[in-house]
């Protein structure tokens, strides 16, 4: 599950088997040691998970090693030793009677910064007492680190003794090692309270307009991330599905939320909203500006939307695009602004124009760009590809909103993600520099709190890096003009040891795969086959396995092809025959 802060999700290996030394499952296999060891070098973050397992028992077992990962995240490398807007990686492996294995799991992931902050998630569920516990995190940013907290759903006073936090200006180690008594739910339960999330956040010093730039090894990474600025007012329609599948659990987390979201607009914020099932309402006839009596009387429609009926999803998004056309064509809404549509849906168009391309190719050239489109998907029921190329066509972005009690919290969360745009049209360029294979460049909006990462090769030969940025705010253009020094750059890290290579190139082919990938949802026919041919070349360059590839696990009695899965199915995995070995393909 996604969240609303900068967020690097870590579930820790769930094996299937549970005085100084844990008692033996019942089938036997025991995890004696399990390491989470991760090592964030300038916001890109390097993972290993090593479990080793025993089989106590007097007959042979299948040990199986399971791990979400980061939707974001791509494995590296994967080895078996014998002798998961989260994703599911596993495998399993038959261990005679008293023998042993080890896995070992690697992933990298660019941290992505939300609502001000990177947010290191480590989902911690062992599901047994473990003798050698421990998580190890070290986090160096050049830049300086300006915010830092650790936090925990299953801390007690008892595990903070097991945590220690050592930093010093660029430099954070945060050490977690229970013994088993301090894993333990009580003095002589097996049971263990390692069971939830193990939280770091952080944010880092920022004293330069323009933003961080680093060079190293022929590659250069820019962040920028620029801060206390006046905030666009927005035009905003949330389309509110009501159909019969989002009765009971769901419409409530859904009025629940929409009440603590329109309480967060700003008087000069104008919205409205559109509710449909089989038929389309709207609240009001045009827009209203987000004064308290319209907030609240709002608050009190919202509190009486009965879910019943059929999905007339095109119907519902057709309405909002006309709604904002009317309104602008009236002049009711002010200059500067920004319009966009939050659609909330769990189940498939069942009225009116039921075919998905359709409708994605109706709403694309109904909206001709003219508003962004956020597309919400309510748990698993609900074509999410469908919803992402919508998104993406319409500038906007899908997110999967799980069927948890936490429900309403993860719809206040995105909503306080584009709650507040801080600038658009943004151009960054680096002139005369020479830089080429440049990552994407071009961005419509950017958000209080987020940030915008680019990357690209730079020639040997350039002492001086000029940088400029073109954006336009709510009240005047903005240009931004900076030179940095490359070898005061290279030098910063020059003394630093990097356990991942040269991190810019691999954060370059990073971004270069995961932009290639989201142009590749919405392209089509020879464009959409060029743009996969060209993540499948990256992805085996650099030895990701994404979307385009596939990892051969080579077993002493079997071979899985271990895929990585998407928001919209489950990986795939094969079985057949040999040795221990892992490769993309």
């Not at 599950?1 to 008692?23: D, G, K, N, Q, Y």
């Not at 020479?434 to 071009?442: E, L, Y």
């Not at 396995?545 to 077993?555: D, G, H, R």
């Amino acid at each position: 599950m996604e969240t609303s802060l900068f967020v690097a999700w870590l579930i820790v290996v769930s094996l299937w088997a549970a005085s100084a030394r844990p008692v033996v499952p019942e089938n036997g296999i025991e995890i004696y040691s399990l390491h989470v060891d991760c090592k964030v070098f300038s916001r890109y973050a390097h993972t290993v998970i090593t479990s080793r397992v025993a089989n106590r028992a007097n007959e042979s077992k299948e040990a199986l090693f399971e791990v979400e990962l980061p939707k974001t995240a791509f494995i590296t490398q994967f080895h078996i030793s014998a002798g998961r807007k989260l994703e599911q990686f596993h495998v399993s492996v038959n261990v005679a009677a008293a023998g042993k294995v080890t896995f070992e799991l690697i992933y990298e992931e660019l941290l992505k910064r939300k609502l001000g902050k990177y947010e290191l998630l480590i989902k911690v569920k062992p599901k047994q007492l473990v003798n050698d516990f421990q998580i190890d995190v070290h986090i160096f940013e050049p830049q300086g680190i300006s915010f830092l907290e650790t936090d925990s759903t299953f801390m007690t006073n008892e595990l903070s003794n097991a945590l220690t936090n050592v930093q010093d200006a660029t430099k954070v180690h945060i050490s977690f090692k229970p013994t088993v008594s301090q894993q333990r739910k009580g003095p002589e339960l097996q049971e263990t309270l390692l069971d939830g999330d193990f939280l770091i956040r952080y944010d880092v010093r920022r004293s330069v307009a323009i933003g961080d730039i680093q060079v190293v090894s022929g590659y250069f990474v820019h962040h920028f991330a620029p801060h206390e600025k006046q905030v666009f007012p927005k035009n905003i329609i949330f389309v509110i599905d009501k159909s019969g599948s989002m009765s009971g659990k769901k419409i409530q987390q859904t009025q629940e939320a929409l009440q603590k979201i329109l309480e967060d607009l700003n008087p000069e914020d104008h919205f409205n909203l559109v509710v449909f099932g089989e038929e389309v309402t709207k609240w009001k006839p045009s827009l209203l500006p987000a004064t308290k009596e319209n907030v609240k009387q709002a608050k009190r429609y919202v509190n009486s939307i009965d879910a019943n009926g059929g999905t007339n999803i095109n119907g519902a998004l057709m309405k909002a695009i006309s709604t904002l056309d009317e309104a602008i064509s009236a002049k009711l809404l002010p200059d500067q602004t920004i319009s966009m549509i939050i659609l909330l849906t769990d189940g498939q168009p069942t009225v009116g124009v039921t075919n998905l391309v359709e409708i994605q190719e109706g709403i694309k050239k109904t909206n001709q760009g003219k508003y962004f489109l956020y597309c919400l998907g309510f748990g698993f029921d609900v074509s999410y590809t469908f919803l992402e190329r919508m998104a993406l066509d319409n500038g906007g972005i899908a997110r999967r909103i799980y069927e948890d009690s936490d429900a309403a919290l993860q719809l206040q969360g995105f909503f306080q993600e584009v709650a507040a745009p801080i600038l658009k049209a943004i151009k960054i360029n680096y002139p005369g520099s020479g830089a080429s294979k440049i990552t994407q460049n071009n961005f419509k909006l950017l958000f209080d709190g987020s940030e915008i990462v680019v990357a690209g090769r730079i020639g040997n030969e350039v002492e001086v890096f000029p940088v400029k940025i073109n954006a336009q705010t709510p009240t005047n253009v903005l240009v931004l003009t900076e030179e940095t020094n490359v070898t005061e750059e290279q030098q910063i890290f020059e003394t630093q040891k990097n356990i991942f290579g040269n991190f810019t190139e691999k954060l370059w082919a990073y971004l270069t795969i995961q932009q290639l990938a989201e142009k590749a949802v919405s392209a089509n026919g020879k464009q959409k086959k060029n743009l996969e041919a060209q993540v499948l070349d990256l992805s085996l360059k650099f030895n990701f396995v994404t979307s385009a590839t596939s990892m051969v696990v080579t077993k002493p009695d079997a071979v899985e092809i271990a895929n990585k899965p998407t928001e919209s199915g489950k990986s795939k995995q094969n079985t057949s025959g040999s040795n221990v070995r892992t490769c993309c393909m």
